[in-house]
């Protein structure tokens, strides 16, 4: 486990794990955080952008964020 993943709060680990689609298993490259009170909503968030974009188009929008990184 790499330093930046042991520092990854809980509440954005749940998020990690619970949204393979949109965060692929990785923390994000820029510091992230889930501030208290926040995860229902985000979680809630991921959930609609996954059902709205579908499996298929959730890894094509990443492969575009890999290209351009």
């Known amino acids: 486990m790499s330093s930046d993943e ?6 954005l680990r749940r998020l990690i794990d619970k949204h393979p689609l949109l ?13 208290p009170g926040w995860y229902d909503l985000i979680d809630h968030l991921c959930c609609r952008i996954e059902t709205d974009l579908g499996p298929e188009h959730c ?10 990184r």
């Open 23 to 35: 965060f692929r298993g990785r923390v994000p490259a820029v510091p992230s955080y889930v501030l």
């Open 6 to 11: 042991q520092e990854t709060d809980s509440n």
């Open 59 to 68: 890894r094509l929008l990443f492969q575009i964020f890999d290209r351009n």
